[in-house]
């Protein structure tokens, strides 16, 4: 059974920063490409940054230089450390892995991310 549990999520004044978690388990952690995705109020779920198995990165480009994926493949955890933080990142953060070659794709729950003062 596959599982992705994000936590990290709240309040925060905007400025502030937050950094996501995401543990995996039922997957070969390694070998799958890791996202962060949200999706605000009335909106469409986008796509905020991607890491590839071979850590290749890609940014939304609302965020690029604030936010920042990284992995750690022994933890099977993938994590989003959000900096300077806007109002307008106030959203549902999902977990995402995506195995291409298989068309593997799961989801987590999702973590709320208030930015307000």
């Known amino acids: 059974q596959v599982q992705l549990v994000e936590s990290g999520g709240g309040l925060v004044q905007p400025g502030g920063s937050l950094t996501l978690s995401c543990a995996a388990s039922?997957?070969?952690?390694?070998?799958?490409?890791m996202g962060w995705y949200r999706q605000a109020p009335g909106k469409q779920r986008e796509m905020v940054a991607t890491?590839?198995?071979?850590?290749?990165?890609n940014y939304a480009d609302s965020v690029k230089g604030r936010f920042t994926i990284s992995r750690d493949n022994a933890k099977n955890t993938v994590y989003l450390q959000m900096n300077s933080l806007k109002p307008e990142d106030t959203a549902v953060y999902y977990c995402?892995?995506?195995?291409?070659?298989?068309?593997?794709?799961?989801w987590g729950q999702g973590t709320q991310v208030t930015v307000s003062s």
């Open positions: 995402n892995a995506n195995l291409l070659r298989t068309g593997h794709n799961y």
């Open positions: 039922g997957i070969t952690f390694s070998g799958y490409a």
């Open positions: 890491i590839t198995s071979g850590v290749i990165t």
